[in-house]
């Protein structure tokens, strides 16, 4: 059993978080709401997600698993105003899902959840840095680095406790600090991993501006990314493993 | 090379690089020889042969192929032939009788100095030659490329890997791949395009056949170890096998005879396939070494392959999160 209303904002950041990585998901229809764990076919790139039964306008579930195609479900969201509601519910008889916005009604083909693509372990990492700042400072490195470079560095220097962005291209390089008083947040530790800016630009799509994102770094190790949505309802966390640095 | 008529009975789709996963079980002769009709007829020869006159095309292959495979995460493993069957070696015989006509008119062409005809006959006149074999071995060797050596057919090998479930698919462009029970093959995977799907259950499904009775119209219209009998196409052959049950009864009922019929129909019902063999398919390569062979030891311009080794540089130092837990 499944049926909720929610504010269309709300949907297509959940949905637009997870799509960044993955074409098709599962979603766990908790009591308590909505849970997506998901990886990249390539194994690099890890997206976890929840949603509060609170962040709905109402919200009924009793532990159901549907797989849904995420572009289809975006493109019916994207019919919605951001402030307008959405209707969600499940026929467990057809494994259709029934949506409504405002008088239109589509009714959505599931994917079978056993089709879908394993759902990922969580790695277990303790990573010895922190750092939290704004989305629109995560933003601003992503950009810059991806003006010269397929790759990124991302580090905190423990002497001058600073967070750091390098880029090298074969002709520009790209550098930025950003200093306790940049950061909301820094807690310092050993830390500097190369990453894909193709799986970092994906995931920065996903983040809000106004978002305060956290980092958690080490030295070669996967980052883990992570902000909350929906008035804080919401949680996103990405995994991002990290590139070998050959020199 | 299979019979392309088995095109006609097969369900075959296009499917993008980016949707395939997993293991693929690649014919690597089939594979090889691909990469080498195509290198030999586009580049000139003066960028892979060595000072003594050595042609080794097929190390530009290799790489090219493998950055394809990696770019795409997905794990090649290269079967290579064994000894060809009985059967098998009259079609070879043919091919070589066929060469050597070619070698006749490259030289005439030459003397002509028709630069169309070349180009169209050097390709044609390539081979896998001893060193060819050997050089293409030692740089899967140094690319950590797992290799598994078959008894007999490689595509039957490939075809047998998939079955015991050690790979996803076979890769081949030989329709035959069908006839050995390769539940998925992958075509087209040297060309440029989206490589072709082939499905073993849905094409048994479309005609209401089993392997058995494929095997029996394949023979009908004729594969690689045997001539068809004459007059029968892919749809005349199914609809006969339908209608009479297998391949015995309808070349009674046609008065039709095969050569080694029953021993065809063996061959693909029962391929001289083999369970020794092992791989990892965790793959690191050694790339400093790999473009020393190349381009030092086997003197491959370093333009030729420097992208394709960029590329599999590219795979080789992204980590998965599985490392973590």
Partial sequence: MFKAIVSAETLTSALDSVSVLVDECKIHLEEEGLEIRAVDPANVGMVDLSLEAAAFESYEADGGLIGVDLSRLEDIAGMADSGQLIQLELDEETRKLHIQIDGLEYTLALIDPDSIRQEPDIPELDLPARVVLEGKDVNRSVTAADMVSDHIALGVDEGEEFFYVDAEGDTDDVHLELTREDLIDLQVGPAHSLFSLDYLKDMNKAIPGDAEVTLDLGEEFPVKIYFGFAEGLGQVTYMLAPRIQSD | ?325
């Fill in chain 2, 1 to 325: 090379m299979g019979n392309a008529a088995l095109r006609d009975i097969a369900v075959i789709e296009d499917v993008p690089f980016d949707e395939i996963e997993g293991v693929i079980a690649v014919d690597a002769h089939n594979w090889l020889y691909r990469y080498l009709t195509t290198t030999v007829k586009w580049t000139a020869s003066e960028k892979y042969t060595t000072a003594d006159g050595t042609e080794v095309a097929n190390l530009i292959g290799i790489v090219q192929g493998l950055a394809r495979f990696f770019e795409h995460d997905v794990t090649p493993v290269m079967v290579f032939d064994g000894g060809p069957s009985q059967l098998k070696s009259e079609e070879i015989e043919s091919r070589r009788e066929q060469r050597r006509t070619y070698e006749e008119q490259l030289e005439t062409a030459r003397e002509e100095g028709d630069e169309v005809a070349i180009a169209q006959l050097e390709s044609r006149t390539q081979r896998l030659t001893p060193t060819i074999q050997e050089t293409s071995r030692e740089l899967l060797e140094l690319l950590d490329v797992p290799v598994v050596e078959a008894p007999a057919e490689g595509e039957a090998q490939a075809a047998h890997l998939v079955k015991r479930g050690d790979a996803d698919y076979v890769g081949s462009e030989d329709y035959d791949a069908l006839l050995f029970g390769a539940p998925l093959t992958l075509r087209q995977l040297t060309s440029k395009g989206d490589p072709e799907l082939m499905d073993l259950e849905a094409t048994l499904e479309r005609h209401d056949l089993t392997l058995e009775q494929l095997i029996d119209a394949a023979i009908l219209i004729g594969t690689d170890f045997n001539e068809g009998v004459s007059g029968i196409g892919p749809k005349t052959a199914i609809s006969e096998i339908t209608e009479r049950g297998d391949l015995w009864s309808v070349l009674e009922a046609r008065g039709d005879t095969i050569e080694y019929g029953d021993r065809v129909r063996q061959l693909f019902r029962d391929p001289n396939v083999t369970d020794d063999y092992g791989f990892e398919t965790t793959i690191e390569p050694d790339l400093e070494a790999a473009r020393a062979y190349v381009t030092d030891e086997w003197s491959v311009a370093a333009g030729e392959v420097e992208r394709s080794f960029e590329r599999i540089e590219e795979y080789a130092t992204q980590t998965g999160l599985d490392r973590w837990t």
